[in-house]
């Protein structure tokens, strides 16, 4: 059952599902968290089904449920949807031993209730934050002014106004990016073909060269450049040491 969720400052809403058959946590929880989507499962039998719908940016999940023990569903969790799902537990139960077990298994951090809701909310936040922060540093490279938008293959050039669109294929979205995260380093055409085209033996040295070219055209008004480097291959040069290699 999604309780509610609402727009706010971040670039978009963590999900998150909260395991919990106390209306009173549930209805705590969903006016705590309103500016995320709020799951909520009263069993361990209701939560697996959501699992099985949707990925979650966080689960709360209780140690004492109608239908089972958390820390055995926590496991599950673990060994059948995600092993690096995100978990708080949130339970009644304080014994350090199950604290400690809790933790052995991977979850992110424990609040025992009843809770204050300040440092709750403040606590789940803190552990959202960081899991965007993680999210976009694996969507997204950068170097310089140039940013690589990895999911949908985009390239982006930044400048103190604004940030301008570079229009590039989606095999020379792929080059560029391997030669820009591995800057100043020479490859040869064959091992450009090995790293970014694969398999395709139907590729000749001539498709590199040809990639190479457009790109070039491309990236050179913005102070990037692919080098030549006779005899042995590429490598990219980012605006900063196209400037010292031009002085």
């Given at each position: 059952?999604?309780?509610?969720?609402?727009?706010?400052?971040?670039?978009?809403?963590?999900?998150?599902?909260?395991?919990?058959?106390?209306?009173?946590?549930?209805?705590?929880?969903?006016?705590?968290?309103?500016?995320?989507?709020?799951?909520?499962?009263?069993?361990?039998?209701?939560?697996?089904?959501?699992?099985?719908?949707?990925?979650?940016?966080?689960?709360?999940?209780?140690?004492?449920?109608?239908?089972?023990?958390?820390?055995?569903?926590?496991?599950?969790?673990?060994?059948?949807?995600?092993?690096?799902?995100?978990?708080?537990?949130?339970?009644?139960?304080?014994?350090?031993?199950?604290?400690?077990?809790?933790?052995?298994?991977?979850?992110?951090?424990?609040?025992?209730?009843?809770?204050?809701?300040?440092?709750?909310?403040?606590?789940?936040?803190?552990?959202?934050?960081?899991?965007?922060?993680?999210?976009?540093?694996?969507?997204?490279?950068?170097?310089?002014?140039?940013?690589?938008?990895?999911?949908?293959?985009?390239?982006?050039?930044?400048?103190?106004k604004q940030e301008l669109a570079i229009t590039v294929s989606s095999l020379?979205?792929?080059?560029?990016?391997?030669?820009?995260?591995?800057?100043?380093?020479?490859?040869?055409?064959?091992q450009l073909l090995d790293k970014v085209w694969g398999d395709a033996s139907?590729?000749?040295?001539?498709?590199?060269?040809?990639?190479?070219?457009?790109?070039?055209?491309?990236?050179?008004?913005?102070?990037?450049?692919?080098?030549?480097?006779?005899?042995?291959?590429?490598?990219?040069?980012?605006?900063k040491n196209t400037k010292r290699k031009a002085a």
């Amino acid at each position: 059952m999604t309780i509610g969720a609402c727009q706010h400052g971040y670039n978009f809403m963590s999900k998150i599902l909260l395991i919990d058959d106390s209306l009173e946590t549930q209805k705590t929880v969903s006016m705590l968290m309103s500016a995320e989507t709020l799951v909520v499962a009263s069993t361990l039998k209701e939560a697996e089904l959501e699992l099985k719908k949707a990925k979650f940016d966080l689960v709360l999940l209780d140690l004492s449920l109608p239908d089972g023990d958390g820390l055995e569903f926590l496991l599950k969790i673990k060994q059948e949807y995600a092993e690096n799902q995100s978990v708080i537990l949130l339970t009644a139960n304080d014994e350090v031993s199950r604290k400690v077990l809790g933790f052995s298994l991977g979850v992110d951090d424990y609040i025992t209730k009843p809770f204050n809701p300040a440092e709750f909310k403040a606590r789940v936040q803190a552990k959202l934050e960081r899991s965007r922060i993680t999210a976009q540093a694996s969507s997204e490279f950068v170097v310089d002014s140039l940013r690589f938008h990895i999911p949908s293959k985009r390239l982006f050039y930044s400048d103190k106004k604004q940030e301008l669109a570079i229009t590039v294929s989606s095999l020379e979205f792929r080059l560029l990016l391997f030669l820009a995260q591995n800057q100043d380093q020479i490859f040869s055409r064959d091992q450009l073909l090995d790293k970014v085209w694969g398999d395709a033996s139907e590729i000749t040295d001539r498709t590199v060269d040809t990639h190479v070219s457009a790109l070039r055209g491309k990236i050179k008004k913005y102070g990037f450049t692919i080098e030549s480097v006779y005899g042995e291959g590429y490598r990219f040069l980012s605006s900063k040491n196209t400037k010292r290699k031009a002085a």
